[in-house]
């Protein structure tokens, strides 16, 4: 296992399109702890592919950061079926490190995923695991969370990443 370097935005790997995964081996076990171990050590509750530079479309979620087993979560080609309610919510993540912002997600979603076997599974998810997971599958699809500001909100928050760029406290180490 091995603790991975975090891409910040403004890395076009983190816009980029993501490969379907198609090899369930060795390699894709490795990335799978990796990217768990790296979201645990962020600490962070999910972790997708893309943001450690590799354009895959798989990602590891886990709310418990480390505490329970049960609690980890692998979305490889992850799809959502169906989502219900919906409620801003305050969001951040880990390639816009201490910045975070309101966000418009689904209260429930139901998601079709394969886990780290290639087993197809489906899952209903509430609240902060479906807001998780929305984020997640969002990163799969190259989708940040700058690009759900609109107007006002999207230039105010562009500008807190300017600010954070300028201070340095943005340096990405890959
Ligand atoms: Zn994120």
Request: proline residues 5%.
């Given at each position: 296992?091995?603790?991975l ?58 709310l ?42 689904p ?5 079709r995923a ?18 998780t997971?929305?984020?997640e599958?969002?990163h799969l ?9 609109r ?5 105010l ?18």
């Amino acid at each position: 296992m091995a603790i991975l370097p975090i891409l910040v935005y403004g890395d076009p790997r983190l816009e980029a399109a993501n490969q379907p995964v198609e090899d369930f081996g060795e390699e894709l076990q490795s990335l799978i702890e990796d990217l768990f171990e790296t979201g645990w050590e962020a600490p962070g509750l999910g972790l997708a592919a893309p943001q450690v530079g590799i354009n895959l479309r798989i990602a590891t979620v886990d709310l418990s950061v480390g505490k329970d087993p049960e609690a980890r979560v692998v979305l490889a080609n992850p799809e959502i079926i169906f989502c219900r309610g919906k409620a801003s919510l305050e969001e951040g993540c880990l390639s816009f490190p201490g910045l975070f912002t309101t966000i418009e997600r689904p209260t429930a979603l139901r998601v079709r995923a394969q886990d780290n076997g290639g087993r197809w599974r489906e899952f209903e998810a509430e609240g902060l695991l479906a807001q998780t997971v929305c984020h997640e599958v969002d990163h799969l699809n190259g989708v940040l969370i700058v690009h759900h500001l609109r107007s006002m909100k999207r230039r105010l928050f562009m500008r807190r990443v300017e600010k954070m760029r300028k201070l340095g406290v943005w340096q990405s180490t890959a």
